[in-house]
């Protein structure tokens, strides 16, 4: 049984159809397997009841054309899923059922996959390590007392620690791509309108994207191409070509041109990623690319940018948690007393914090000197993009400036928990596509990663880089199943 | 530019979250170095940049007005911490 959950989803999916394995014995596995690991602290909810259910279901009429036929997945807890609890990580939303599905995960049904549970996560996605959830810290299963960053730690650590084959995640400035690079994992954040945003629970709008979590590029291509559709429920959904990414996958990149931009060597950055970024140009290099040195001049402006502009839209977005229509609610005096103390004793420390940040950023006589100059900024980071993709086709950077921190290291100090984003903040504020990949060890033996960063629309050029490399990097997690009871 | 407890409480407010006085500390020191690290941006001249409004930059689509959710009134009502047959209860507000 334990070798199943070792299994990438390709070969899963692959046994599935050879009937070599059945959806109830997958389900089981990870069930097994997951039951076994209650001290990563990955769940949130588990549904394994009714998964194993649907995997009868589906074992008794397979229907074996579908993309993920009776794979099971756990999704992090900010997807809605009809009629299994949706709490974004919140005591707000602690007792949420929702009556409606999330675009995103009804396209992964639709293909036969089957819902195990809802991941941990930072509090409405706010958060580098996962230590805002109000159902505690989730443990990464690299090692003991480390955090797998956020905000899908939950996601991350179920991945890593093989309780999901595979998962969704959702990135607003880094909430992929960081807890891929933290626990030795792949992890994409799609173009901007390439995947739906309805059912998402909402964070800062025009930053969210929801993109794949795998063990490698090839499963990763093979959930983006079941997710990335087009969805009139978004109004910012595109319509565009999409790819049929896991079928045109290759590992062919000669002659392409990947951009290494200086202002991404940061003061104080460890020698190790600096040593980590020189090998993956080297990896670059020796599948057949040009690497070539370009300039984004307005890198270290990125996060400054961020933290006004997604604290903005947090705070209007949160709005709507007021105790009357859905959500926890707090005795008041009247009916503003209920909503202040609602909002008090429903949302964490760092929401709060950022709501209002947001607040204050938009409120008369602030808006101009904030959150319109922050607007104009976030034009010239863009045009950074712009301009270097005139003459490349595709970028690459270390993933995070560190490998992952131990827990409770960074919660008193808010300013180095938001540097931890500082590699992948400005891919959502231009609206690009971005790939984490794991590419080697720190010297305490912890994984760190590479991004690579595409044009808007072209996640398969970023996948077929991330799929070369892979192989190249030959990269192994060293997971010791330390967490199993 | 330094956030005074006063400025706290007036965010708290327009927040519509309470905030005690030892919480209004904390959150004022956290803004503050929060603050102080977005200064940053007032090293840019940006008076001839046009802000981004919309990553897209595509208009958004007009749909047509039509109803296309029927009957869901039991769905929309179901959350609610508190309710009496189709409506939503709130502490009174009219004296």
């Given amino acids: 049984m334990s070798d199943i959950t070792k299994q990438s989803l390709t070969e899963l999916v692959e046994n599935i159809k050879n009937k070599k394995l059945s959806s109830t014995d997958v389900t089981k596995a990870f069930i097994q397997r997951s039951e076994k690991s209650s001290e990563l602290n990955a769940y949130i909810t588990d549904d394994f009841t009714s998964a194993l259910d649907k995997a009868k279901k589906f074992d008794q009429k397979p229907n074996l054309d579908l993309k993920l036929p009776g794979i099971p997945m756990a999704v992090k807890d900010l997807f809605c899923t009809k009629n299994v609890k949706t709490t974004a990580g919140s005591k707000i939303l602690n007792n949420f059922v929702p009556t409606y599905e999330s675009t995103v995960t009804e396209n992964i049904w639709h293909e036969g996959a089957i819902l195990l549970g809802k991941l941990n996560c930072d509090e409405f996605a706010m958060g580098s390590s996962n230590e805002t959830s109000h159902f505690g810290n989730v443990q990464n299963p690299i090692d003991k007392n480390l955090v797998p960053g956020g905000s899908s730690g939950g996601s991350a650590s179920a991945v890593a620690g093989q309780l999901t084959p595979i998962t969704i995640g959702t990135d607003t400035g880094g909430s992929i791509r960081q807890p891929a690079s933290f626990t030795g994992i792949v992890g994409l954040k799609p173009t901007y309108g390439s995947c739906s945003r309805y059912g998402i629970v909402a964070f800062a709008s025009s930053l969210d994207q929801a993109g794949p979590m795998a063990q490698n590029v090839k499963d990763c291509a093979l959930l983006q191409e079941v997710i990335s559709t087009y969805d009139s429920k978004d109004s ?10 896991s079928k045109e996958l290759t590992k062919n990149i000669k002659g392409k041109k990947i951009g290494i931009p200086k202002e991404y060597r940061v003061d104080g950055m460890p020698k190790e990623i600096e040593d980590l970024w020189q090998k993956g140009i080297q990896y670059a290099k020796d599948c057949g690319a040009e690497t070539i040195d370009i300039s984004l001049p307005h890198t270290s402006y990125a996060l400054p940018t961020y933290y006004i502009v997604a604290p903005a839209e947090a705070s209007s977005n949160l709005a709507r948690y007021d105790g009357v229509k859905y959500g926890y609610r707090a005795k008041g ?135 070369a490399m892979e192989e190249k990097i030959n990269f192994k997690n060293k997971i010791t199943d330390w967490w199993i009871k | 530019m330094s956030i005074d407890l006063k400025t706290i409480k007036h965010i708290s407010k327009l927040s519509r979250i309470s905030v005690d006085e030892k919480r209004a500390e904390k959150l004022a020191d956290d803004l503050n170095s929060i603050f102080e690290f977005i200064e940053k941006l007032n090293e840019l001249k940006t008076d001839d940049v046009k802000p981004l409004t919309s990553i897209a930059e595509t208009t958004l689509k007009f749909r047509s007005d039509e109803i296309k959710s ?26």
């Fill in chain 2, 70 to 95: 029927k009957n869901i009134r039991e769905q929309i009502i179901k959350n609610s911490p508190e309710d009496n047959e189709d409506y939503f209860v709130v502490p009174k507000v009219i004296e």
């Fill in chain 1, 236 to 245: 910012t959904s595109i319509n565009f070509k999409r790819n049929h990414y």
């Fill in chain 1, 333 to 467: 005096e009247n009916l503003i007393d209920m909503y202040e103390k609602t909002r008090s004793e429903g949302f964490g420390a760092e929401v709060q914090r950022r709501i209002m940040i947001g607040t204050y950023v938009l409120s008369s006589g602030y808006y101009d000197a904030y959150y319109l100059k922050a607007q104009k900024v976030r034009k010239l980071i863009k045009n950074d993009f712009d301009e270097a993709y005139k003459r490349v086709d595709a970028i690459l950077t270390p993933s995070t400036p560190s490998s992952a921190f131990k827990i409770g290291e960074k919660t008193n100090d808010p300013v180095s928990m938001y540097l931890n984003d500082i590699f992948t903040v400005p891919v959502n504020l231009a609206g690009l596509p971005g790939i984490s990949i794991p590419a080697g060890h720190d010297t305490k033996g912890y994984p760190l990663g590479l991004q690579i960063i595409g044009k808007a629309f072209d996640e398969q050029n970023i996948l077929n880089i991330a799929f």
